[in-house]
């Protein structure tokens, strides 16, 4: 006797779902935001600050939800960084005008994972450019004083 095959988009329903459920057991994330489930850190980040040329690195873990890690002021960082434009974590696009205002030595890298995203940026105030982009996260993330 031959086995009778079911109609294809029965077959391709049944194979759809079929992977669904193995894939679920595989740590297979979708698109689709998620609530916290307490399990771990949605920001787990590792600040680099370096307040003057020749001066000595400045490094800081922060991590949120809650706020902690060894950054001096984590609740103030948190809620700066929930605050800022996720862009600010880009690079300066090429060939966009920037004021060419020197607004100081300082510079400053982001790495990490934020909100669930990876990261990892570097930050100056070499032009007005990077300067807004500093200061989108201020003082509050970098807890670098300013002149």
Request: with cysteine.
């Amino acid at each position: 006797m031959t086995p009778r095959l079911l109609p294809s988009p029965v077959r391709k329903a049944l194979i759809a779902a079929a992977v669904a459920v193995a894939l679920s057991g595989c740590g297979f994330s979708s698109d689709e935001p998620k609530e916290a489930t307490g399990t771990g850190p949605g920001t787990d980040l590792k600040i680099v600050v370096v307040a003057d040329e020749g001066a000595a690195e400045n490094v800081m873990t922060l991590t949120c939800d809650p706020a902690g890690g060894d950054h001096p002021n984590a609740e103030a960082a948190c809620n700066k960084l929930q605050q800022a434009d996720a862009n600010v974590f880009e690079p300066v696009a090429g060939g966009q005008p920037c004021t060419m205002i020197y607004g100081g030595p300082q510079t400053a890298t982001v790495e990490g994972v934020l909100d669930g995203e990876q990261i990892d940026a570097s930050f100056s105030r070499q032009n007005g450019c990077e300067i807004d982009r500093w200061d989108a996260l201020g003082t509050e993330v970098f807890d670098v004083p300013l002149q």
